[in-house]
């Protein structure tokens, strides 16, 4: 996460001329790591400290490691698949959409333990991802394209995995 990518049009325009998407297929992981600018990488950054802040006590039990990375690689793949597919855009770079898709995947997966918390977050995550509503401003006056449809694919990605890690721990608790 600590790769900076200046968006201006020189750079962006050397990005676009020396970089087969179809050839250089890491760029598409690589991506999520890179960030624009400064501001960038701390609005990131700290979207990951609250994410691990809010669900702390929940990753706690021995398998919630293994749920987390699981659902990363979920979220990712399915992220890039669209990228590789369907994305618009000349250039991606940034976090965030891993970081919807991981908050989506908390408050399904742990909403029991705390239902204000993650309902709250599923409320924000509607909000943001309202093509009407404009809520990134902050980013959007930096001259940053902000990718809200592949914010839209990781949440939606993130629920199939939260939802099976459910089921999967409600089948254990009936067989004890």
């Not at 991506?31 to 400064?38: K, R, V």
């Amino acid at each position: 996460m600590l790769f900076f990518a200046p968006y201006s049009e020189s750079w962006t325009a050397l990005w676009l001329t020396t970089c087969d998407w179809n050839q250089d297929l890491w760029r598409y992981v690589s991506a999520h790591f890179t960030h624009w600018n400064l501001s960038h990488l701390t609005m990131n950054m700290a979207g990951l400290m609250i994410y691990i802040w809010l669900f702390m006590d929940d990753m706690n039990h021995k398998s919630a490691f293994k749920e987390q990375s699981v659902s990363i690689l979920f979220i990712l793949v399915i992220s890039d698949s669209y990228l590789l597919t369907c994305y618009k855009l000349a250039t991606y770079a940034g976090f965030s959409g891993i970081l919807y898709g991981l908050f989506a995947f908390g408050s399904i997966r742990y909403w029991k333990s705390n239902p204000l918390i993650c309902n709250l977050i599923i409320l924000v995550l509607v909000l943001q991802l309202q093509p009407w509503l404009e809520t990134t401003s902050f980013i959007a006056e930096q001259g940053i394209v902000i990718a809200k449809n592949v914010h839209l694919v990781a949440v939606l990605s993130a629920i199939p995995v939260a939802v099976l890690f459910l089921f999967k721990e409600k089948k254990s608790r009936l067989l004890i």
